[in-house]
Nanobody, 122 residues
Framework: QVQLVESGGGLVQPGGSLRLSCAASGLTFSNYAMAWFRKAPGKEREVVAVVSGMALSTYSADSVKGRFTISRDNAKNTTYLQMNNLKPEDTAVYYC???????????????WGQGTQVTVSS
């Protein structure tokens, strides 16, 4: 079965950086679009960034544009989210998601990871 395992979360000071990783198994990785979502307490889940299967297309939410970068390494079946200049409002549980249809991944992804906590605080 498909498994997505996130790592790299933690506590960081405002202005700091983190890199999240999502290791995928049980699927033909390059056939799948990958996305990062986040869910903060009291807020709706929101899509943060998306990358297509061959990384020809990417999307980033306005709230993270210029600070976060999504990438993937198809040889390692891994997707990354580089987060720079982190702000307290970036505090959330970050989830990795996969779907074999790029247009669908932001609506109802086929597969989800378990999430990793990111806390931005001084």
């Amino acid at each position: 079965q498909v498994q997505l395992v996130e790592s790299g979360g933690g506590l960081v000071q405002p202005g700091g950086s983190l890199r999240l990783s999502c290791a995928a198994s049980g699927l033909t990785f390059s056939n799948y679009a990958m996305a990062w979502f986040r869910k903060a307490p009291g807020k709706e889940r929101e899509v943060v960034a998306v990358v297509s299967g061959m990384a020809l297309s990417t999307y980033s939410a306005d709230s993270v544009k210029g600070r976060f970068t999504i990438s993937r390494d198809n040889a390692k079946n891994t997707t990354y989210l580089q987060m720079n200049n982190l702000k307290p409002e970036d505090t959330a549980v970050y989830y990795c998601a996969a779907d074999d249809i790029y247009a669908r991944i932001t609506i109802r992804p086929q597969h989800w990871g378990q999430g990793t906590q990111v806390t931005v605080s001084s």
